[in-house]
């Protein structure tokens, strides 16, 4: 392929996420030339159909037990369900990106290109800062668990969240002036692509990336990389001092403190944050090295595995709160034992409609042979 022809993104391995580093292939003819692996392909195909589906329903698991159920009572879980959201949001996104794969062209029409890029940029930056912001949360609930009740307040956790949404939908709208639904006549399709014929453009999208790259993938990582290990040291320090002859008093007499409610979901907030770093960390840190002049990217193999680690962790959410949370895995079980029961009382419901009918029926086949009788 040649630089000045239209290159197609898919060519390059970039359709399944335009945060994948797009500014530094799009400018590198070795990566137009060279495309993903067909391995790879083939696992990015089938693997987004079959992740993406299950990890948005459980993300709507997530968001109802955060909002329906006991536990949406402390501030953190207003943050956590914002999170299901932008989570269910992002995989939406990037599913139907991978849609094309099946030659179901929705992603290249008109409006819904801009659409999902849109959210393609938008989502994952709402993921990183909602749980930096329920990092920042139990933060302060563990260093000041006297004062948290007053400082982390419900009502301030949804004006954060409304804050975010709509500094994203602000911050992210040139998404939608830079990619359009472009027809290729020379290959006859409609690819969904990047302006990139006018220099002016490109160049303007080389500065909004690279500030895009150090407010979205930079300072959330690296404020939620020092608050957890800071978390996770109060933590430590206080299941140490525990062990006191006063500690195992006020235990053996069921007294809690405000720190001990606090320390109970310490662990969901320190692993859900470990996992987010260490999974988004690699495509993360290859955004970061786009501010160095000299950068030369990834091969697209690698960039679609990087990727594809933070569709992974917007799915494995659920896992990490049902394992880490006593409380949120009852809840589960809860739901799950309602639709089961749900699902039973229909089947007997209509096994009993169906003995009624059956009863109906014979009752009228005795009335008629009866009268048969008579005559």
Same mark, same amino acid.
């Given at each position: 392929?040649?630089?000045?022809?239209?290159p197609?993104?898919?060519?390059?391995?970039?359709?399944?996420?335009?945060?994948?580093?797009?500014?530094?292939a799009?400018?590198?003819?070795? *990566?137009?030339?060279?495309?993903?692996?067909?391995?790879?392909?083939?696992?990015?195909?089938?693997?987004?159909?079959?992740t993406?589906?299950?990890?948005?329903?459980?993300?709507?698991?997530?968001?109802?037990i955060?909002t329906?159920?006991?536990?949406?009572?402390?501030?953190? +879980?207003?943050?956590?369900?914002?999170? +299901?959201?932008?989570?269910s949001?992002?995989?939406?996104?990037?599913?139907m990106?991978?849609? @094309?794969?099946?030659?179901?062209?929705?992603?290249?029409?008109?409006?819904?290109?801009?659409?999902?890029?849109?959210?393609?940029?938008?989502?994952?930056?709402?993921?990183?800062?909602?749980? /930096?912001?329920?990092?920042?949360?139990?933060?302060?609930?563990?260093?000041?668990?006297?004062?948290?009740?007053? *400082?982390?307040?419900?009502f301030?956790?949804k /004006?954060?969240?409304?804050?975010?949404?709509?500094?994203?939908?602000? /911050?992210?709208?040139?998404?939608?002036?830079?990619?359009?639904?472009?027809?290729?006549?020379?290959i006859?399709?409609?690819?969904?692509?990047?302006?990139?014929?006018?220099?002016?453009?490109?160049?303007?999208?080389?500065?909004?990336?690279?500030?895009?790259?150090?407010?979205?993938?930079?300072?959330?990582?690296?404020?939620?990389?020092?608050?957890?290990?800071?978390?996770?040291?109060?933590?430590?320090?206080?299941?140490?001092?525990? *062990?006191?002859?006063?500690?195992?008093?006020?235990?053996?007499?069921?007294?809690?403190?405000?720190?001990?409610k #606090?320390?109970?979901?310490?662990?969901?907030?320190?692993?859900?944050?470990?996992?987010?770093?260490?999974?988004?960390?690699?495509?993360?840190?290859?955004?970061?090295? #786009?501010?160095?002049?000299?950068?030369?990217?990834?091969?697209?193999?690698?960039?679609?595995?990087?990727?594809?680690?933070?569709?992974?962790? @917007?799915?494995?959410?659920?896992?990490?709160?049902?394992?880490?949370?006593?409380?949120? +895995?009852r809840?589960?079980?809860?739901?799950?034992?309602?639709?089961?029961?749900?699902?039973?009382?229909?089947?007997?419901? @209509? +096994?009993?409609?169906?003995?009624?009918?059956?009863?109906?029926?014979?009752?009228r086949?005795?009335? #008629?042979?009866?009268?048969?009788?008579?005559?």
């Open positions: 392929m040649a630089f000045n022809d239209a197609v993104l898919s060519d390059i391995g970039l359709t399944n996420d335009t945060e994948s580093n797009v500014t530094g799009m400018f590198h003819h070795n *990566m137009m030339v060279r495309g993903p692996s067909a391995q790879v392909l083939e696992f990015k195909k089938y693997a987004y159909v079959i993406n589906p299950v990890g948005i329903i459980c993300n709507m698991f997530v968001f109802y955060f329906r159920t006991k536990l949406k009572r402390p501030s953190t +879980a207003r943050y956590l369900a914002a999170t +299901a959201i932008a989570d949001g992002f995989l939406l996104a990037s599913m990106i991978n849609l @094309s794969e099946f030659n179901i062209t929705v992603y290249h029409r008109i409006g819904i290109c801009q659409l999902v890029t849109f959210g393609q940029h938008a989502f994952p930056f709402l993921i990183r800062w909602y749980l /930096c912001c329920a990092v920042v949360d139990k933060f302060i609930g563990v260093n000041w668990p006297r004062k948290k009740p007053k *400082m982390c307040t419900v301030r956790a /004006c954060v969240v409304i804050s975010l949404a709509i500094m994203a939908i602000v /911050c992210y709208l040139y998404v939608t002036w830079f990619f359009y639904a472009n027809h290729y006549k020379s006859g399709i409609v690819q969904c692509t990047l302006a990139w014929d006018d220099i002016k453009v490109l160049r303007s999208w080389l500065i909004l990336t690279k500030m895009d790259a150090v407010v979205n993938f930079g300072l959330p990582y690296i404020l939620m990389l020092i608050l957890t290990c800071l978390i996770a040291v109060r933590s430590w320090k206080y299941h140490r001092n525990s *062990m006191s002859a006063g500690e195992r008093f006020l235990r053996r007499r069921g007294a809690s403190t405000p720190e001990d #606090e320390l109970k979901t310490t662990p969901l907030i320190i692993v859900t944050a470990s996992v987010s770093i260490i999974l988004c960390a690699p495509n993360s840190v290859q955004r970061l090295r #786009e501010l160095d002049p000299t950068f030369t990217p990834s091969s697209p193999d690698a960039q679609m595995i990087m990727v594809y680690f933070e569709v992974l962790n @917007s799915c494995l959410r659920i896992l990490i709160y049902t394992f880490c949370s006593h409380r949120f +895995a809840q589960m079980g809860k739901i799950c034992t309602c639709l089961c029961r749900k699902r039973n009382v229909k089947r007997d419901n @209509s +096994a009993l409609n169906m003995t009624e009918i059956d009863r109906a029926s014979t009752i086949k005795d009335i #008629e042979t009866a009268s048969e009788r008579n005559v």
